[in-house]
């Protein structure tokens, strides 16, 4: 069945350093791919979706490329801000009517 | 701003108790979905709902959890009775979701505590 594997976390880092958090998929067929984020005391929030191979989603400063030749879907920021502070969660989405494949999320926590 | 809204934001009750949790779907929206989310289990699946029928609720203790659409403006999550390991922030979830590119749009969740 369809299933996300993320990195475990969690994961500390300096202001301004880079970031990459790693995400792999299984699914038969081809689904689209989604970066969810949640901040303390809140819902997920969708952060950059890509729906097709090579397809690179980004949103504020996030970028992540759909991989199909390696079924990944990695996270990355070049320059990560103590506002980043969240969980995140990589998904994936057949044709399943909708049902959306969690990861296990990554806490990200930024020092400034 | 349309948001998902759910209510209450947090309840603690005793164990034996009912609990009710509500979620108002975006407007519009066709799909509605409940997830449970604890340290232990990560976020989990419990049922979804397309057009108001249930579609998928094998996530759901089938015992003790219920949950129903009775119009398109209000789902709702049940545990009767209530116990201590169901203790978890609940979210609702909604979307619609006419092809695999479409977004879920979270509640803020209730967050629940069962003495």
């Known amino acids: 069945g369809d299933s996300v594997t993320q990195m475990e976390g969690p994961v500390t880092l300096s202001e301004e350093a880079f970031l990459t958090i790693n995400c792999t998929y299984t699914?038969?067929?081809?689904?689209?791919l989604f970066w969810y984020v949640q901040y303390p005391g809140e819902g997920l929030q969708l952060l950059l979706k890509a729906t097709k191979a090579d397809d690179k989603g980004s949103n504020k400063g996030f970028e992540a490329t759909y991989r199909k030749e390696t079924t990944s879907f990695h996270l990355e920021k070049g320059s990560v801000q103590v506002s980043d502070s969240a969980v995140y969660f990589c998904?994936?989405?057949?044709?399943?009517?909708?049902?959306?494949?969690f990861g296990r999320g990554t806490q990200l926590t930024v020092w400034p | 701003d349309a948001r998902v809204t759910q209510t209450p934001r947090h309840k603690v009750t005793e164990m034996g108790q009912e609990v009710t949790m509500r979620c108002q779907p975006i407007?519009?929206?066709?799909?509605v979905f409940w997830y449970r989310q604890t340290m232990m289990q990560g976020l989990e699946l419990l049922a979804y709902f397309r057009n108001r029928a249930p579609l998928d609720d094998s996530g759901m203790p089938k015992d003790r959890f219920s949950a129903e659409m009775p119009d398109a403006t209000l789902a709702t999550l049940k545990i009767q009775p209530s116990e201590p390991r169901d203790s978890a922030v609940y979210f609702c979830?909604?979307?619609?979701?006419?092809?695999?590119?479409?977004?879920?749009?979270f509640g803020p969740g209730t967050r629940l505590t069962v003495l």
């Open positions: 998904a994936s989405r057949g044709s399943t009517l909708g049902r959306l494949y």
């Open positions: 979830a909604s979307g619609l979701l006419g092809d695999r590119t479409d977004t879920q749009y």
């Open positions: 407007l519009g929206h066709n799909t």
């Open positions: 699914a038969t067929g081809y689904p689209s």
